[in-house]
T-cell receptor
Framework: ETGVTQSPTHLIKTRGQQVTLRCSSQ?????VSWYQQALGQGPQFIFQ???????GRGNFPPRFSGLQFPNYSSELNVNALELDDSALYLC???????????FGSGTRLTVV | EDQVTQSPEALRLQEGESSSLNCSYT??????LFWYRQDPGKGPEFLFT???AGEEKEKERLKATLTKKESFLHITAPKPEDSATYLC??????????FGKGTKLTVNP
């Protein structure tokens, strides 16, 4: 059974640029959630995708968007990057509305 | 709005010195309280889910308990490899987990 994998592991971008982060869900899981974790903080919910549709969104602006593909993998896109977007971005997968979320190791994004 | 507060922010223990971490929460319709362990630069690793007041779960040196307003993570005779940040999160009827800021535990040999 494979876990959740995220790519890339680290990324440095310039303010104003756009970035795409990728996530492969755990085998058998059909739901993907994305979280942002700033340094010294707990993860904050960005959004969730279920069956390729957005299924809930946290307090993040529209420049944060996502996709889920038929194989349940997912992308997080962030446009017009700001310095405050620097954080660890975590992907978690689950099966339907089951509470157990399996997290990936994250992508460390640095905006300079 | 759901809220989770963890205390202390940081805790230093000597190897073998037992202690407890606290997670206070307010949530409308608790669907689960979760404890995760997070190592530096890594994603959270699931430890426990508790669903109702009075419930307890154990795993090795860790024991989690739940009341109507808070949860405790008890660490018995900790070892240096228990050093990590411990995160508490709650889920209501929605799709999201609401996390606390975590407690950074350091266990010195």
């Amino acid at each position: 059974e494979t876990g959740v994998t995220q790519s890339p592991t680290h990324l440095i971008k310039t303010r104003g640029q756009q970035v795409t982060l990728r996530c492969s869900s755990q085998s058998g899981h059909n739901t993907v959630s994305w979280y942002q974790q700033a340094l010294g903080q707990g993860p904050q919910f960005i959004f969730q995708y279920y069956r390729e549709e957005e299924n809930g969104r946290g307090n993040f602006p529209p420049r944060f968007s996502g996709l889920q593909f038929p194989n349940y993998s997912s992308e997080l896109n962030v446009n017009a990057l700001e310095l405050d977007d620097s954080a660890l971005y975590l992907c978690a997968s689950s099966f339907g509305d089951r509470e157990l979320n399996t997290f990936g190791s994250g992508t460390r994004l640095t905006v300079v | 709005e759901d809220q989770v507060t963890q205390s202390p922010e940081a805790l230093r223990l000597q190897e073998g010195e037992s202690s407890s971490l606290n997670c206070s929460y307010t949530v409308s319709g608790l669907r689960g309280l979760f404890w995760y362990r997070q190592d530096p630069g890594k994603g959270p690793e699931f430890l426990f889910t508790l669903y109702s007041a009075g419930e307890e779960k154990e795993k090795e040196r860790l024991k989690a308990t739940l009341t109507k307003k808070e949860s405790f993570l008890h660490i018995t005779a900790p070892k240096p490899e228990d050093s990590a940040t411990y995160l508490c999160a709650v889920k209501d009827g929605s799709e999201k987990l609401v996390f606390g800021k975590g407690t950074k535990l350091t266990v010195n040999p």
